[in-house]
Each structure stands twice: as C-alpha cells, then as structure tokens.
Nanobody
Framework: VQLQASGGGLVQAGGSLKLSCAAS????????MGWFRQAPGKEREFVAV????????DYADSVLGRFAISRDNVKNTLYLQMDSLKPEDTAVYYC?????????????????????WGQGTQVTVSS
C-alpha cells in the first residue's frame, strides 16, 4: 500500500485542521491505520490508530478528546480531525498502515508495528 498525507498547514492555537491520508493499492479495509507525529528534535510518537472496519480506535493521552481518527473505506482515505490545537501539537504528521490477524496482535503505539508509511505533512500551531 502507498500512502499520501495532506491537509497540514499553519493555524492559531484553539483552531482546527483535518488531515487526510490517501491510500493506493488493494484491500484498504484490511489495514489498521495509524497517525504519528514528530516534532523538531523529538522522536516520532503515536497519535491515534483505527481498525480496518473503524470499530477499534485508540488515542495518545495528549490528544484524547481533541483529535478524532476516522476512515472511509470506499474512498480509501484515512482522516485525522484535530480540534483545540495547541502549540505543542506542532509537528510533521505521518500516516502509517499495517495488517494483523486482530486488534490484539499489536500494541499499535510503536513505530515498529507499521511497515508502511506516508511522507508526512507539516502542522504548525501558533500561540
């Protein structure tokens, strides 16, 4: 699967952005899809993950209640709705994909859980 992230930009604190990740290839619905982010000088960190049918979702504590992950398996697209943005949300955001027998096969919070990655989109939140 090939992934193309988009939708990043510059926004003021308290604002919103919606990221998209378009997937090419077959059987998008069979992939668990995740969002990660990497701020300057920091390690890439987990943001959110969603199961193939959308029934399973998990979020990092830092974004819980502010971000929402979703997917459209007809459009082969993953989304991340980001509300109440803070300056500390500034980072390059990456989408990632993986297959697994079940939700419980992986933690989904590790970079190593995902073999497929998009190129990243920059999100900058000004104070």
């Amino acid at each position: 699967v090939q992934l193309q992230a988009s939708g990043g930009g510059l926004v003021q604190a308290g604002g919103s952005l919606k990221l998209s990740c378009a997937a090419s290839g077959r059987a998008f619905r069979t992939y668990f899809m995740g969002w990660f982010r990497q701020a300057p000088g920091k390690e890439r960190e987990f943001v959110a993950v969603i199961s193939g049918n959308g029934g399973g979702r998990d979020y990092a504590d830092s974004v819980l209640g502010r971000f929402a992950i979703s997917r459209d398996n007809v459009k082969n697209t993953l989304y991340l709705q980001m509300d109440s943005l803070k300056p500390e949300d500034t980072a390059v955001y990456y989408c990632a994909a993986a297959t697994a027998p079940s939700w419980y096969s992986k933690t989904w919070r590790r970079i190593e859980d995902y073999p497929y990655w998009g190129q990243g989109t920059q999100v900058t939140v000004s104070s």
